[in-house]
């Protein structure tokens, strides 16, 4: 019988196969007290095990084809450094020789301790790293038990239905990246996790390959049987089971609709992004991590928007990257880009992070508390550090530099003093740097509202969607209890992007948003409308919004701008922006057709 798992939709398109089940990870740990004597036995086969592991994962890095995701690096990476957290390290030993636990109860227990430390993490990306933490512990069993690998169950024999499908589908409790990599390439054709969310590593390596995934499907793992035919509606964040003939072949013919559409799409790689009137626009992308750059130039982008640099400072047991490593991995980055511009924000994250225990956050709503660059400002040398490693990579290529939630022209200001303290701390060393373009980003109302202010200190500005929104209703989007009222179309969020947009244009300044919408189709007609020319977003999203840009008429599409703007219904602004998106241009710009009020 036909049924429906809901889970999270993390990586778009459709998979259609067998279920291949993977084996919950979990390891029984047996607990019991040692001696004395066997403190040192036991502390070695904590450290043997880790060790293997450290060479597996070195052995994966090693093996990666050229064209795998940058992400895919950049996660074992993550996994190398957990291993080696002195944290962890220094909590399995004290279990061991001063309460004498034996190993395997002793890293279950370390586990435990600093897991509690994500689960009180406001950041939800920063949160969701406890499962990297997770898999890196599970591993550590794994070999201390002997056992390399989590056990996948085989699929019996194919038979004809089978050989119809394009591959299989994996199902399991939660998927490490590592893991992903020891499986054949090309065997998955989507993958469906009971945990895990949007920002997960999971998610995170599903859409850098492509991959159609669901996460969160928590009932999947219990559910699904063993060879069960499913399809995984990656747009719907849906795992259908056992579906009916027609319904397998109404996706088989979505699915086959989604493969032409990528071949076109594929082939607007080198074609420029420009209007059907004439306007040129800028599609960059974000990237965590050095090694992004390339998936941003293959995807065509003409430079980078947003270099996270957090992801630099995570894992590390509150031991920051010094200047020259900052360094190094900025200079690779913009060296990366080939002379494209690369814009790199300083460190954007909360007080309640790994890397800042001495911090300890007290207040009751951490995302109001020290965040971001109050942080940053609050720990002036760690800032000036970063602030030098930037300055002197902005000697192989053009950089742009900006600042996180800065909520008033104090923080600007702030932040220049210590910025020119910087340039002076190098030109003091003898260290040859070259000066960025100096801009911040507008996440919250405040900012919004005095724009024309800020933009008088700085030289661009980006927007920060996601927490724009955020901010403006109070609504925490990882909360499923109010969800439903993040709303991009809401009057409110809509009337502050128009009002930053036109300030910035007015004032001849650079604008582009880095939020979640620059990549959303759904809204690029209306951001072109206000007057938006710059968009920043995943490399996956670029050619489906260059696809729309040079299908669009920009005047036109302005001509439609004030019954939205004017609008104050939320349900209404919906209305409109479909009518916006539905509307079909001639080459002159006339409109070929358009849906009814």
């Known amino acids: 019988m036909t049924f429906a798992i809901h889970g999270l939709a993390v990586a778009r398109g459709i998979a259609i196969g ?9 390891l029984e740990v047996a607990h019991y007290f040692i001696t004395a004597a066997q403190v040192a036995g036991e502390i070695a086969r904590v450290g043997q095990a880790r060790d293997a ?15 795998a ?33 034996n190993a395997e109860w002793a890293l279950m227990t370390q586990f435990e301790v600093i897991a509690r430390q994500f689960d009180e993490m406001e950041d939800e990306y920063l949160r969701e790293r406890k499962a990297d933490l997770e898999q890196v512990v599970e591993r550590i069993l794994r070999h201390m038990r002997g056992l390399a690998l989590p056990a996948v169950v085989a699929p019996p024999a194919t038979d004809s239905a089978l050989a119809e499908a394009p591959a299989l589908v994996l199902v399991a409790p939660d998927l490490a990246p590592a893991d992903l990599l020891q499986f054949k390439q090309g065997v998955f ?153 690369v814009t790199i924000r300083t460190i954007d994250v909360g007080a309640d992070k790994p890397l800042d225990k001495a911090h300890k956050d007290t207040h009751l709503n951490p995302a109001l508390g020290l965040r971001a660059i109050r942080w940053s400002l609050a720990d002036p040398v760690m800032f000036r550090t970063q602030m030098r490693a930037i300055l002197r990579a902005a000697q192989f290529g053009p950089v742009n530099m900006m600042w996180p939630m800065i909520t008033s022209v104090e923080e600007l200001k702030q932040c220049r ?13 003898n260290e040859t740097f070259a000066l960025p373009k100096i801009g911040c980003m507008i996440e919250i109302p405040s900012a919004a509202l005095t724009v024309s202010v800020l933009l008088k200190l700085t030289d661009f500005i980006s927007i920060g969607t996601n927490d724009l929104i955020q901010y403006t209703l109070s609504v ?117 057709a358009a849906t009814a009020d």
Request: proline share 4%; charged share 25%; glycine share 6%.
């Open 18 to 26: 067998r279920a291949v089940l993977l084996a919950a990870s979990h």
């Open 53 to 67: 592991v450290v060479r597996e994962l070195q052995r994966l890095q090693a093996e990666l084809p050229r064209d």
């Open 69 to 101: 995701p940058s992400e895919l690096a950049a996660l074992l990476d993550v996994h190398l450094m957990l291993l080696q957290d002195e944290m962890l390290e220094d909590g399995v030993k004290h279990w061991i020789s001063e309460r004498l636990y």
């Open 189 to 341: 054709a989507g993958f469906v996790t009971a945990t895990g969310g949007k920002t997960s590593h999971t998610a995170i390596v599903a859409r850098s390959m492509d991959i159609p995934a669901v996460v969160g499907a928590r009932a999947a793992s219990q559910l699904v049987r063993q060879d069960d035919w499913v399809i995984i509606d990656g747009d719907a964040g849906v795992l259908i089971v056992d579906p009916s003939p027609i319904l397998l072949d109404e996706y088989r013919f979505r699915q086959r609709q989604l493969v032409l559409e990528r071949e076109r799409l594929a082939r607007l790689r080198h074609t420029p992004c420009v209007s059907i009137d004439g306007e040129k626009i800028e599609l960059l992308a974000n990237i965590e991590q050095p090694a992004d750059a390339a998936a941003a130039l293959r995807a065509g982008a003409v430079g980078v928007g947003l270099f996270r640099t957090e992801f630099l400072f995570m894992g590390r047991s509150g031991h920051l990257p010094d200047e020259q490593e900052q360094y190094l991995a900025y200079r690779e980055a913009v060296e990366g880009m080939q002379g494209l511009p």
């Open 417 to 429: 003093i210590h910025f020119e303290t910087a340039q002076r701390q190098l030109t003091e060393r």
């Open 476 to 592: 925490d989007r990882s909360d499923d209890a109010v969800s439903y009222l993040y709303q991009p179309a809401h009057p409110a969020v809509l009337n502050l992007l128009f009002h930053i947009i036109r300030t910035a244009s007015r004032m001849g300044k650079s604008v582009s948003i880095c939020g979640e919408i620059a990549g959303d189709t759904q809204y690029t007609r209306l951001l072109l409308a206000m007057g938006l020319r710059r968009f920043s977003m995943n490399p996956a999203n670029l050619l489906a919004v260059k696809d729309i840009i040079i299908h669009s008429h920009i005047n036109r599409l302005e001509d439609e701008l004030p019954k939205i703007i004017r609008n104050d219904d939320p349900e209404k602004s919906e209305k409109l922006l479909k009518k916006l998106n539905e509307m079909v241009f001639h080459a002159d710009g006339d409109v070929k």
